[in-house]
């Protein structure tokens, strides 16, 4: 399954931002989603993921409350909703598909990454 991410861009503190990841190439309704994001000089970390019809969903800490994922297995599409943004979300967004859980290697399928700049 190949993964496009979209939607990132540059917005400032307290703003909004709708990331979406579209599928291409099978179906992903058989997959565990998830998003992960990597700031200049950090390494890649959680940011939420979900299971099947979002009967499971998990937020990292730094974002719960404030982010919220969904998906639409008819348009194939994973979507991450930022509110609030703040600078320390600044980071290029990745969407991936696997096996789920917060940890990067349960996922083998990773979209391109999506820029994400948040200004104070």
């Known amino acids: 399954v190949q993964l496009q991410a979209s939607g990132g861009g540059l917005v400032q503190a307290g703003g909004s931002l709708r990331l979406s990841c579209a599928a291409s190439?099978?179906?992903?309704?058989?997959?565990?989603l998830g998003w992960f994001r990597q700031a200049p000089g950090k390494e890649r970390e959680f940011v939420a993921w979900l299971k099947g019809s979002d009967s499971i969903i998990a937020y990292a800490d730094a974002v719960k409350g404030r982010f919220a994922i969904s998906r639409d297995n008819a348009k194939n599409t994973l979507y991450l909703q930022m509110n609030n943004l703040t600078p320390e979300d600044t980071a290029v967004y990745y969407c991936?598909?696997?096996?789920?859980?917060?940890?990067?290697?349960?996922?083998?399928?990773w979209g391109q990454g999506t820029l994400v700049t948040v200004s104070s």
């Open positions: 991936a598909a696997g096996s789920g859980g917060p940890f990067a290697s349960a996922y083998n399928y």
């Open positions: 190439g099978q179906s992903f309704s058989g997959y565990r």
